[in-house]
């Protein structure tokens, strides 16, 4: 994004102002000691996503899953920000694992009765699998993947 002039400026300044008052108010709503002992009770809590209108893969959203309808959400078009809204207490997310692996503020929900494994692609066009520097990248993706296996996996 490209921010061309003082107007503009002030345009996300704004949204950054109203965005962070959401997130304040969410987390002032979070119960101390409350716990998650099934899936039903996920729908007792806020749920951090993508916006289901944006996705280009449905698998990311929540309707896609089998969890209970939210009390309310927090969507975002960006992982990080989804983070963020988590980490503030705005609510449960479908994280990935190398997101929050190691980072003791993020604990997993019900791990042993819900998991959400999700493929991911390398695409490239047939011509373009004989350049040296594709198939580099292509290689190292694998080696990455091989050599974070426990983190990937959860």
Not at 2 to 20: F, Y
Not at 37 to 44: E, F, I, N, P, S
Not at 48 to 56: F, G
């Amino acid at each position: 994004m490209t921010i061309r002039n003082d107007a503009e400026r002030e345009g996300m300044a704004a949204v950054g102002r109203l965005v962070g008052e959401a997130l304040r108010r969410m987390a002032a709503a979070v119960e101390p000691g409350v716990t998650t002992a099934t899936l039903d009770d996920v729908g007792r809590h806020g749920f951090v996503s993508y916006v289901e209108s944006a996705l280009q893969v449905a698998e990311l959203g929540h309707r896609s899953t089998q969890l209970p309808v939210p009390r309310s959400s927090f969507q975002a078009t960006s992982v990080f920000a989804q983070l963020e809204a988590v980490r503030r207490g705005a609510g449960i997310g479908l994280l990935p694992n190398f997101l929050v692996a190691g980072r003791p503020e993020f604990l997993p929900v019900l791990p042993d009765d819900f998991q959400r494994q999700l493929p991911i692609w390398a695409v490239a066009r047939p011509e373009a699998l004989r350049s040296a520097p594709v198939r580099a990248v292509l290689e190292a993706i694998r080696t990455e993947i091989a050599d974070r296996q426990a983190v990937l996996a959860g």
